[in-house]
């Protein structure tokens, strides 16, 4: 018997997946791990109940998060991820040759065990020797001293509640920073701007606080309810703008979504969120 | 007591809101015509069991559709609108100045009653002395002879099933190629690029059949199974990179997502449809 499976949103909205059976599902020291079979869109893995990714969508999400920073970063040789337990932040980066040291830092050992053994089509790179996984708190990762500076810093963390709280505020951000080369890039998903328009604005604003580039970009995801979805790239001198034209044409071989034209696209900031800010 | 309504489609995504209560339901000659009032929302409209349009929703839609073609056909004076019964679309033509007549052709009265009645905030332009309403068929409509050219022609039909099916043939583009000037612009939605993507390619090829200039663009209306959404400019002669910079910085300050950023970054084409075209 097929079911439904629905993230519902305030109670008023829901998005539903017709799930033809559960393969994992479980309750870790942090939150609830599922992952389930839908009929539409593969293996999909939900957090608390909430969609994170699915098999037939997630190159929209994965895509729009690392290819910006990674093609106009001057350097992308060291890599941090935070959160990302699904590994698809990780395929994406390591698909560059020059990437030579990514730190994925996941504070749910139980999401990375489920997602390597059920969701290996997602998490492609697991075995790339240049891949270095931490089950550890990202926000204390965040406050270390003693690692060297990263080219890029990518957080793939879930909504603002939860083990997720942590990862928008301000002294987060301001950790980040600091492990930040200063040709750097950070990004982070920035949640939906429809749906979550006043934790959207939040961000981009307490980001303004800690870097001098901030920029919101937009696309769609299937499986979040509503589609829109944001993402927000920082740094203390690099733009968006400042493309490297050879990154971008070898990445584009590899991507179902991004292309110079929807790298460029995305920065269109909607009206009504120009004029909140 | 709330109840869920669900868009389904294909029996394995469903995108729900929650009803407080129910203002119209009737059955047309054409389809099931219901407007309910949403938690989430506000009032919204369905046809046949699928979202059409919804109040705090609307203008994502409607704007996308409407201005890309205002603020580049070179005059505007004569705009034709099939479809378009809640008036939504008329609303957002009528607030340029320059437009003089606008012949709104929709097949089901009873969309534009229950519209009149029940979602006066969607359609707000009905008293215009510009806009003419015709309970017509628009596909007998395309094969006019009798009509002075128009400038602008806007298809804002529902999917390509029931009444709306004729919108989507080659037949059916070439007559409105017919009744449009040779500096004239085009468009229509043209479904998903996600859930209808074969339906969203196909009129794509068959339109570039019949226009010299034909450009798909996308956006996210929260109400569509997915969020993902797409709408396809054509014309004869213009380009909709030749953008009217007056009539940009005017119709900006009326709108919630568009301006000329979003303008241009809607244009940019993911890497699964560029390769499949």
Redesign the interface.
Not at 157 to 180: H, K, R, T
Not at 234 to 243: L, T, W
């Given at each position: 018997m097929a079911l439904?499976y629905?993230e519902v949103?305030?109670?008023?909205?829901?998005?539903?997946?017709?799930v033809k059976r559960t393969l994992f599902s479980d309750q870790s020291a942090f939150q609830r791990v599922e992952i389930v079979e839908?009929?539409?869109?593969g293996k999909a893995l939900a957090l608390d109940g909430l969609w994170m990714t699915a098999q037939g969508?997630e190159k929209t999400y994965h895509e729009m998060l690392v290819h910006p920073v990674m093609t106009t970063s001057p350097s992308i040789r060291r890599v941090l991820i935070i959160g990302g337990g699904d590994g698809g932040t990780a395929r994406e980066v390591l698909r560059y040759p020059e990437v030579e040291h990514v730190d994925l830092v996941e504070i749910d050992g139980m999401v990375v065990d489920a997602c390597k053994e059920f969701l290996p089509e997602i998490g492609s790179a697991w075995d790339d020797a240049r891949l270095h996984v931490h089950i550890d708190d990202g926000i204390k990762w965040s406050r270390r001293t003693d690692v060297a500076p990263y080219d890029v810093i990518i957080i793939d963390g879930s909504d603002p509640v939860g083990p997720a709280q942590g990862l928008f505020d301000l002294e987060f951000y301001q950790g980040c920073e600091n492990l930040l080369a200063d040709d750097g890039v950070f990004v982070t998903q920035s949640e939906s701007p429809?749906?979550f328009r006043d934790v959207h604005l939040d961000m981009i604003r307490v980001m303004k606080g800690t870097f001098k580039n901030v920029h919101p970009y937009?696309g769609?995801?299937?499986i979040?309810p509503?589609?829109?979805w944001s993402w927000t790239y920082a740094s203390k001198s690099v733009s968006p703008r400042d493309i490297i034209r050879e990154r971008v044409d070898f990445i584009?071989e590899f991507?179902?979504?991004?292309?110079e034209?929807?790298h460029?696209?995305?920065?269109?900031?909607?009206?009504?969120i120009?004029r909140a800010l």
């Amino acid at each position: 018997m097929a079911l439904w499976y629905d993230e519902v949103f305030e109670n008023s909205l829901r998005c539903g997946l017709k799930v033809k059976r559960t393969l994992f599902s479980d309750q870790s020291a942090f939150q609830r791990v599922e992952i389930v079979e839908t009929e539409l869109l593969g293996k999909a893995l939900a957090l608390d109940g909430l969609w994170m990714t699915a098999q037939g969508d997630e190159k929209t999400y994965h895509e729009m998060l690392v290819h910006p920073v990674m093609t106009t970063s001057p350097s992308i040789r060291r890599v941090l991820i935070i959160g990302g337990g699904d590994g698809g932040t990780a395929r994406e980066v390591l698909r560059y040759p020059e990437v030579e040291h990514v730190d994925l830092v996941e504070i749910d050992g139980m999401v990375v065990d489920a997602c390597k053994e059920f969701l290996p089509e997602i998490g492609s790179a697991w075995d790339d020797a240049r891949l270095h996984v931490h089950i550890d708190d990202g926000i204390k990762w965040s406050r270390r001293t003693d690692v060297a500076p990263y080219d890029v810093i990518i957080i793939d963390g879930s909504d603002p509640v939860g083990p997720a709280q942590g990862l928008f505020d301000l002294e987060f951000y301001q950790g980040c920073e600091n492990l930040l080369a200063d040709d750097g890039v950070f990004v982070t998903q920035s949640e939906s701007p429809v749906l979550f328009r006043d934790v959207h604005l939040d961000m981009i604003r307490v980001m303004k606080g800690t870097f001098k580039n901030v920029h919101p970009y937009y696309g769609t995801v299937t499986i979040y309810p509503g589609g829109s979805w944001s993402w927000t790239y920082a740094s203390k001198s690099v733009s968006p703008r400042d493309i490297i034209r050879e990154r971008v044409d070898f990445i584009s071989e590899f991507t179902e979504i991004y292309n110079e034209d929807i790298h460029h696209g995305a920065f269109a900031i909607p009206n009504h969120i120009r004029r909140a800010l």
